[in-house]
């Protein structure tokens, strides 16, 4: 579980395999090459799709847990690239968009 604070913000990349759930407060959830963002409220949760980075923010103060969903087995090779692990990264209060 993540701790964040208003207006608070999580880089997270290669987000694709993780799902994102907010346990307290509200988030602003925004993807690289996504036309909508998302905004989740207590118990609701969300799957990103893309392979860019998702940025997650709080609006106010919030708990936000990060789970890794199973894998589906890749080939390997070239393809290992595209299935990377997740980074997840705080980044600092007033982020914006141009952060990404």
Do not use: Q
């Amino acid at each position: 579980m993540i701790a964040l604070e208003a207006e608070t913000s999580l880089r997270v990349e290669h987000a694709a395999v993780l799902e994102i759930e907010c346990l307290c407060g509200v988030l602003w959830i925004t993807g690289e090459g996504d036309l909508y963002d998302r905004f989740l409220a207590v118990g609701e949760s969300f799957n990103p799709s893309g392979r860019g980075i998702t940025l997650v923010t709080a609006l106010e103060r919030s708990l936000v847990r990060v789970v890794e969903r199973p894998a589906v087995r890749a080939r390997a090779g070239w393809l290992a690239w595209f299935k990377r692990r997740p980074v997840v990264r705080t980044l600092p209060a007033m982020a914006t968009r141009a952060a990404l």
